[in-house]
């Protein structure tokens, strides 16, 4: 009976602590969470144009010393933000570089106020230290100009810009096999300023924000459909008040001095209207290319087989070699691209594969060879970062089989190499058709490393995951890329289904 009581009472006691415990923990974490919660109705979301991400930063700093407002930025490209809004992004604003993704949000009556009060110009770009002189857009046509950056045109209003020029001048059909689609402005701006290209289309504004490029040709206002900036209000704005009172802010006469240091252009006379009606023109289409395809199986294919036997005789030594700290580093560094981000990998890639890196500079230099922005960097790229999927399955394999089998072969009169093909690898079969199947499934699925070496070029460098990134600046956004998607799904569980049936098929036979 005391054991009962001894017992009851100590539930009790267990039950009260926890109780306390929990009502200390709300305590405590209450006032911050309040606190972050009155933080947010003072709070302003704003998505802006990769273009603008200077000028957007400093002009929120200046308003949160201010007002004590917290400004919350997100830069992507403008036809990114719009479908990020259309799928109910928790956003209060919206700054557009151009017309056609503001009248794509305004048909969706996603907007409710609308301003234009600044503008800018293209212009033509080249690396500081470059000797090129280019006096109109004709010359971009010349043997020195072997590649030209541009934002996408498939969507991003920077690279519709940079299209429309050159349609003007009618040379656009002849310089698209150089022209290197970027995801957005600021990224064709890096392809310029790290020397991976020899000349780039840019709005005037970013231009200006780089001082390791030059601008060598401004390109005339009447080539193309005006630049300006659509400031929008969203209908779905949590602090619309804040929002009115920010875009007050960004019109006043000191702010539009502010946005001319940075490049822009103030309109001399600015439209601001509330929309009270479907608008006319809507966000450009896609057409579909089935080159993607082709180009991923192909890319996927070289780059699996090709490392296939420097993955075998790495996977053995790291399976014989004893552990030591040059093993521990070998190891690191086979199996690294498998945890860092690919967009980390791609600009190491770029780094070294651009002509002013440490192994391309030598080889542009002398033997005028070229690799960034190529279908031979779309191989590298999807062989670095598969590369690990490769090793570790054959390595797993080579660990596995029983040194006595290879010391009875060797006391049979077999030559360590003959031991080894007639031995050793027969018997890891299971490991290398697993890791070539890995290897091929992720060099299909490679994007990050992909877009920033080889670029996004169309018909020379654009596989699936390229596409469909593509289609996400169509006004159809990823529904006009499903096609693509389920050709992507098909050939991955193709290819994982082919390595099980011979899998099977290795394994009946040696039984």
């Not at 010393?65 to 956003?91: D, M, R, W, Y």
């Not at 794509?104 to 600044?118: T, Y």
């Not at 709005?203 to 400031?231: C, G, H, L, M, W």
Request: charged share 20%.
């Amino acid at each position: 009976m005391l054991t009962k009581m001894y017992i009851s009472s100590k539930k009790l006691r267990n039950r009260r602590f926890f109780g306390s415990f929990i009502f200390v923990a709300f305590a405590v974490l209450g006032s911050p969470i309040a606190g972050a919660a009155e933080e947010k109705e003072r709070s302003l979301t704003v998505l802006a144009a990769a273009s603008m991400t200077d000028v957007v930063e400093s002009l929120a700093e200046r308003y949160r010393e201010k007002t004590g407002c917290q400004v919350a930025t997100n830069f992507a490209a403008s036809s990114t933000l719009a479908h990020q809004i259309l799928a109910g992004a928790n956003a209060d604003l919206y700054i557009s570089a151009g017309e056609e993704w503001a009248d794509f949000l305004e048909k969706k009556n996603r907007v409710a106020l609308r301003q234009r009060p600044i503008k800018t110009q293209l212009v033509v770009i080249v690396p500081k230290t470059s000797k090129l002189s280019l006096g109109s857009l004709n010359e971009l046509l010349q043997e020195d100009v072997k590649q030209i950056a541009i934002a996408d045109p498939s969507g991003v209003p920077a690279g519709l810009r940079a299209k429309e020029a050159l349609e003007y001048c009618s040379i656009y059909d002849t310089i698209q096999p150089r022209l290197v689609a970027a995801k957005d402005v600021r990224a064709a701006l890096r392809y310029v300023e790290t020397k991976a290209v020899e000349a780039g289309i840019v709005y005037a504004s970013d231009a200006k924000a780089n001082e390791s490029v030059r601008v060598v040709f401004e390109i005339p206002p009447e080539f193309t459909n005006p630049i300006t900036y659509n400031f929008i209000k969203l209908r779905s704005a949590k602090n619309a008040a804040i929002a009115d009172d920010f875009l007050q802010f960004l019109g006043t006469p000191e702010i539009q001095k502010e946005f001319e240091k940075f490049g822009f252009v103030a309109c001399h006379s600015p439209v601001s209207y509330v929309p009270d009606g479907v608008a006319n023109s809507t966000a450009p289409a896609l057409h579909r290319d089935w080159s993607p395809v082709y180009l991923s199986l192909l890319f996927a294919t070289l780059a699996a087989s090709l490392g296939l036997i420097p993955a075998i005789f790495l996977a053995l030594w790291l399976a014989r070699e004893e552990r030591g700290i040059f093993h521990w580093l070998i190891d690191t560094s086979v199996n690294l691209p498998l945890v860092l981000p690919p967009v980390v990998t791609g600009y190491f890639l770029l780094y070294l594969l651009s002509p002013s890196g440490p192994i391309c500079e030598i080889a542009v230099h002398w033997f005028d060879l070229k690799l960034i922005f190529t279908p031979v960097a779309a191989v590298i790229a999807a062989g670095v970062v598969s590369f690990p999927l490769l090793v570790r399955p054959i390595r797993l394999a080579f660990s596995e089989i029983d040194p006595r089998m290879a010391g009875v072969a060797r006391t049979l009169g077999a030559s360590r190499i003959r031991t080894f093909f007639s031995v050793t690898l027969p018997l890891s079969r299971r490991g290398l058709i697993a890791g070539w199947v890995l290897a091929f499934a992720r060099s299909l699925g490679e994007f990050g490393a992909t877009i920033m070496v080889a670029g996004n070029i169309v018909g020379k460098t654009q596989t699936i995951p390229l596409a469909i990134y593509s289609h996400t600046h169509s006004a159809e956004g990823l529904e006009s890329s499903l096609p693509l998607i389920l050709v992507a799904v098909f050939i991955s569980c193709l290819a994982l289904t082919l390595g099980s049936f011979l899998e099977r098929g290795r394994v009946r036979n040696a039984a």
